[in-house]
């Protein structure tokens, strides 16, 4: 029988004894041999150079149009300050990556937009930008090649800077940058407190996102995997109260419902909201037999669209034609319709289906106010 190696961190006194005891357990149980090892600590974030400071301050103070654009650590409470104390100095704007792992927002912080994804929308927030300074963030392009578009967002003319990458140390940067250009502490200019009316009607992503606005309590975790029908969702949530909220970072299917069950075991104080897609949730729907059986505190909402909508636009994005029954049936996920309701329950979460505004309102709610694991199927 082959050895069992144990890591633990040695950062409190007794984790050490602890682990020891695992260790003992371990050979008790499996006969094997545990080996104990401390786990290396976290090796500090390099931290960039003068020279890169002084380039992006230099740039800042070119009276050119500049842009910072943020991800990471500077997407967090602490970061955003910092980069609101130098836009408020500057004049520079500020915008989040298009995709971020974790955003801290809502009423009292420096409030963020991300780039949007739609190629046209992204040029048209890029398209006066003369320096754009990343911290932490890649120059962005976009996600596709599509015919008559650029991939390359930013303007001819700009010059792009990096201030830091995503492994270096951005709030240090960050600090070191706010002291080149003379910006004054808690000079950022924060998002008042101040939420939409809950919304009436029908139920649209314009709804969806004025009922979130309205609701989301304070201290949320937010999964969100709402793909097309979120791409809103941040205006109307500005002003809620702090929140965390945590995106999918790339082109992989299925994070919403699994994230969200980790934020829930990780964080068993807070209340975590998953916002899911129909088509992604498939990927990963056993994730609410796990909420079931933790009892983890998660309020889902499934956006039953019926289809892969963003496969649609990505098809007619690349001007592949209208098209024919056989590739409209790929995107489709009717014929049957999936029932959310039942696949919850089956997995021991309560559900139920929204087909209008009033209805969405009173079952998110509802499932905010349950303690444990609760689903709505928002029909779209
Ligand atoms: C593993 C994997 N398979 C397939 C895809 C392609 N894909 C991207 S988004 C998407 C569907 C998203 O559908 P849904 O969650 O219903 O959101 P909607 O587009 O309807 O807003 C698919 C299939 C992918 N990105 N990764
Ligand atoms: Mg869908």
Redo the contacts with the bound molecule.
């Keep these: 029988m082959s050895d069992i190696l144990v890591l633990y961190y040695s950062r409190h006194g007794t984790t050490a004894e602890l682990a020891r005891q695992v260790a003992r357990g371990v050979d008790a149980v499996s006969g094997a041999k545990a080996r104990l090892r401390t786990v290396p600590p976290v090796a500090a974030r390099a931290r960039v150079t003068e020279e890169i400071v002084a380039r992006c301050a230099g740039a800042l103070r070119s009276g050119e149009p500049a842009m910072l654009m943020l991800t990471g650590l500077a997407v967090r409470e602490c970061g955003l300050a910092l980069a609101g104390r130098i836009a408020t100095a500057t004049g520079a704007r500020l915008i989040a990556q298009g995709s971020n792992a974790r955003i801290q927002r809502g009423a009292g912080r420096v409030p963020i937009e991300r780039l949007p994804y739609p190629v046209d929308q992204a040029l048209a927030v890029l398209k006066d930008v003369r320096h754009l300074i990343l911290v932490g963030a890649k120059a962005p392009v976009a996600f596709f090649a599509y015919p008559d578009k650029p991939s390359v967002l930013t303007p001819d003319g700009c010059q792009v800077h990096q201030l830091s990458t995503l492994a270096e140390d951005s709030i240090g940067a960050l600090e070191a940058l706010a002291d080149a250009v003379g910006a004054k502490k808690n000079g950022e200019v924060v998002q008042p407190p101040g939420r939409p009316a809950l919304p009436t009607g029908a139920l649209t992503p314009d709804t969806l996102a004025a009922s979130l606005g309205a609701l989301l309590p304070e201290g949320a975790i937010v999964a969100d995997e709402s ?3 979120g791409r809103g969702f941040f205006r109307m949530t500005a002003g809620a109260p702090p929140h965390d909220w945590m995106n999918n970072m790339g ?3 299925g994070l919403g419902l699994p994230l969200a069950t980790g934020a829930a075991v990780a964080c068993p104080d807070r209340k975590v909201v998953c916002l899911e ?5 498939m990927y990963t729907l056993q994730a609410l037999w796990t909420q079931a059986r933790e009892g983890l505190d998660v309020t889902t909402v499934v ?1 039953a ?1 019926r ?5 649609r636009h990505e098809l007619s994005g690349v001007r592949a034609g209208t098209p024919g029954p056989k590739a409209a049936d790929m995107l489709d996920i009717g014929r049957p319709d999936l029932d959310w309701v039942a696949l919850a329950r089956g997995m021991g979460v309560p559900a139920s289906r929204a087909t209008t505004a009033e209805e969405f309102n009173k079952q998110f709610a509802a499932g905010l106010a349950a303690p444990g694991p609760y689903l709505v199927e928002a029909v779209l």
């Design positions: 793909v097309t029908t082109g992989s299917i897609g129909d088509g992604s949730g956006f669209n289809t892969y909508a963003i496969l």
